[in-house]
């Protein structure tokens, strides 16, 4: 286990240095460091750490990208987290990315995707890694896993509809490794 460099907690983001070596950071310390590399203010980008929307809290995390700031709004069990993600532009801060992603909850999150074991017409399928299951693959729905065939099922029994999707960022898995060499970053020109 590496530690991050700046505060000292797990590391999970590991990057190859041009001068040599290996840079170590946590996601927030891996956020500022992207953010002064690309000539951003971190501080622009502050949310709190949980909104409620309509009586139910929801915790929120975000991460720095290349092309904007992706904030999760997140709930349930580490192993089966449900999010949605807003992915503002760097010139948009955090509060206003806070009413933007309250939209999405209210939309996808703050109802159950499956009713009664049948999908409902709109909601959230996170679609992760499972090195356990024979196809490296599971599906997170309102805070619980599913296989391939358990996905079959809910499909099979809404044969005759059109589902029509928006494919998102989804939430880091936690615990989940991120490496990459300090070239490929975005960096201020
Ligand atoms: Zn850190």
Redesign the pocket.
Known sequence: MYT?Q??G?EANHHISMEKGGVAH??L??FNVYLCKRMGLDIALYDHPKTISVEGQRFRVMKEVLDNGVAYYAYKGKPTALSSVSYLGPFTMNGKEAMEELKYRIVAFLKHDTLQEDELSEIGVIGIVDDPDAWDEIAFIIDGKRYSSEDMMDFFSSVRGVNMMYIMQPRIPEPGSKWAAPESILPKKE
Do not use: L, Q, T
């Open positions: 991050c700046d505060c907690i950071y946590c927030d310390c």
